[in-house]
């Protein structure tokens, strides 16, 4: 077993897709560069982590301190844009533990870019600008989340309750959790979204799917509509998730209050909770300016301009020969 | 009962699910960036050959399913049913027709195969990847034609027909690829 594991040192990747990879890196900081971003680098290992309900930090434990492999290097990057930076990128990895699959592998290269003034529009407008640079696939499309599950579900995913999101997925025959609770609505938006909505998604041209379910928020501000949404985006390429933004959220009393949500929903989830209070608070404290932030997944941009299917084909040394 | 968590799903991964015995299949991960984590599975019942789809989220777990994996001799067919016995405890096994499944074509008398037992029953048995029979009748061969690509059935001891290339006689031993029940070659011994 141990002989097989260390027998085969080869990259998973071709010398080809390798090669695209650099010159992707190369026309990516291009693009940043001709718009006035600078790049900038953040620690992978801080004392502070994104708290969110779904993503889980790989944690390094030394000298009876506790630091984090960053899911991203969003914190970091606003504590910059709270100092005067106004347009930043940044190509680092990130670490997510337990996601594993074919789109998917725990440490991966992510690109994540801010520029402060940006609303959604110009935030969507130039996550489309970058796709097209980059995959020459020709402008994206917007849809916004309430009508794309109307025109692929039949359902308004803003004002539909619990029940009938749970006798949409019956009449569907979409194979379900046991486990989903009966009031977890963002998770069974979520089934329907994965099986129904997103697979069309980006098929002839890119669309920027807008306007998430408030309880979808994250890290973005909620626009008082009624209902209320929240300002952030998805990019999506042939049906593949590739880029998510946030039109940012600013308020700490309101950075507080869903962390502490989210703790108490990681607890009853039973995953450790992550620490509410960081350095972000306090530069959001001292006044973060209002922004758009955008996360996109490199490996998989490149596996969509490499014609492959899986992250293993664009990457040198996936988890399992890391 | 012992249990997979979703971090140990896989391909071949042998669960328990409403007491029936089943082989994971498929198992894909999704997950919105922001979302849950599901595993959308394909499981495969091992006693009726019918496929589930099954969704669990991260941190859902599935029964293991106690199943072992036994090398057994044939012995004998009795009537209906094909009796077997474990090469190591000499414990004798028997499985029906519908258990053996294609298989019986290439059972010889003293064949050890793979059998999978569940709750200590067998419910499914493999043979060999290669077996070699002896042809007990076919159409007279042509002489000097050793193309392959012309076959003609050739009925061998176990009473199934293979399509063999034309040069195969009576009494020749034929080697058989189980997986896909093509004749592979002709063989001295």
Request: overall charge negative.
């Amino acid at each position: 077993m141990t002989h097989t594991q260390h027998n085969n040192f080869r990259p998973t990747a071709s010398r080809q897709n390798l090669q695209l990879r650099a010159r992707l890196l190369q026309r990516l900081r291009e693009f940043f560069d001709q718009r006035g971003f600078l790049e900038v680098e953040t620690p992978l290992l801080s004392a502070d982590t994104v708290v969110d309900r779904h993503l889980d930090p790989f944690c390094v434990e030394f000298d009876n301190r506790r630091m984090w492999l960053q899911t991203s290097p969003e914190f970091a990057m606003k504590r910059l844009l709270a100092d005067g930076a106004e347009a930043i990128y940044q190509v680092t990895r990130s670490f997510r533990l337990g996601e594993q699959g074919p789109l998917h592998n725990p440490e991966f290269t992510i690109v994540e870019w801010y520029r402060t003034d940006d609303d959604m529009d110009a935030g969507m407008q130039l996550t489309g600008d970058l796709c097209e640079a980059m995959l020459h696939c020709g402008p994206a499309e917007r849809l916004s989340y309430r009508d794309a599950f109307e025109q692929y579900v039949g359902i308004d995913p803003h004002t539909a309750d619990v029940g009938a999101l749970i006798s949409k997925v019956e009449e569907l025959g979409i194979a379900r959790p046991d486990s989903l609770s009966a009031d977890d609505r963002d998770g069974w938006l979520d089934l329907l979204l994965v099986d129904r909505v997103q697979p069309h998604l980006g098929m002839e041209r890119p669309t920027l799917l807008y306007d998430y379910p408030a309880g979808q928020a994250a890290l973005a501000r909620v626009r008082s509509d009624d209902p209320p949404v929240a300002e952030r985006f998805e990019l999506c390429v042939s049906g593949i998730e590739l880029a998510n933004g946030f039109h940012e959220l600013l308020e700490t009393d309101e950075l507080l209050k869903r962390n502490k949500n989210i703790n108490a929903q990681r607890a009853a989830d039973g995953k450790p909770t992550l620490p509410e209070q960081s350095r972000l608070l306090a530069a959001m404290h001292a006044g973060l300016p209002a922004s758009v932030g955008v996360a996109l997944g490199f490996d998989r941009l490149v596996m969509l301009a490499a014609g492959a299917k899986s992250l293993s084909e664009v990457m040198a040394f996936p988890f399992d020969r890391a | 009962m012992a249990g997979y968590n979703t971090s140990d799903f896989r391909r071949g991964l042998k669960v328990q699910i409403d007491g029936d015995p089943y082989i994971m299949i498929e198992c894909n991960f999704v997950k919105p960036g922001k979302g849950q984590a599901l595993y959308k599975c394909k499981l495969r019942n091992l006693l009726r050959n019918t496929v589930l789809d099954r969704t669990y989220k991260s941190g859902d777990s599935i029964e293991a399913a106690d199943i072992e994996e036994i090398a057994a001799q044939y012995l004998y067919r009795q009537a209906d049913p094909f009796v077997f016995m474990d090469t190591e405890s000499y414990e004798q096994y028997e499985l029906s027709i519908e258990q053996v499944d294609d298989a019986w074509k290439y059972l010889k008398e003293g064949m050890v195969c793979g059998m999978m037992l569940f709750n200590n029953n067998p419910i499914a048995m493999t043979p060999p990847n290669h077996v070699v029979l002896k042809v007990e009748y076919c159409e007279p061969g042509m002489k000097g034609n050793t193309a392959t690509n012309v076959t003609k059935p050739c009925k061998v001891e176990t009473g199934a027909e293979f399509p063999c290339p034309s040069f195969v006689e009576m009494g020749d031993l034929i080697k058989i690829d189980t997986r896909t029940g093509e004749y592979v070659e002709r063989v001295k011994e």
